[in-house]
């Protein structure tokens, strides 16, 4: 069984920075693609970012430039990194996973607002 806690959203007003963890746990013997959607009210859930197991990088458009992905193999661990924040970054943030199929975290609010 794997689990995945994910950490570091809240409140943040436009142009300030935050950064999400998501930690997997339990048997893995290998993590594939790690990323990060997003689903922001009466939206569809999106791709944000995700990266490879061998550091490969992808970006939606909207938030290229502003925010990073990265991974520590080790710790099992995915991270995103949010700059420069805006009103339309607001959504709960899932990580999700591939370990011989895909997981999901339970998600975590982002709200950028003044």
């Known amino acids: 069984q794997v689990q995945l806690v994910e950490s570091g959203g809240g409140l943040v007003q436009p142009g300030g920075s935050l950064r999400l963890s998501c930690a997997a746990s339990g048997t893995i013997f290998s993590i594939g693609v790690m990323g990060w959607y997003r689903q922001a009210p009466g939206k569809q859930r999106e791709l944000a970012a995700e990266?490879?197991?061998?550091?490969?990088?992808n970006y939606a458009d909207s938030v290229k430039g502003r925010f990073t992905i990265s991974r520590d193999n080790v710790k099992k661990t995915v991270y995103l990194q949010m700059n420069s924040l805006k009103t339309e970054d607001t959504a709960v943030y899932y990580c999700r996973v591939i370990i011989r199929g895909a997981y999901w975290g339970q998600g975590t609010q982002v709200t950028v607002s003044s």
């Open positions: 990266i490879t197991s061998g550091g490969n990088t």
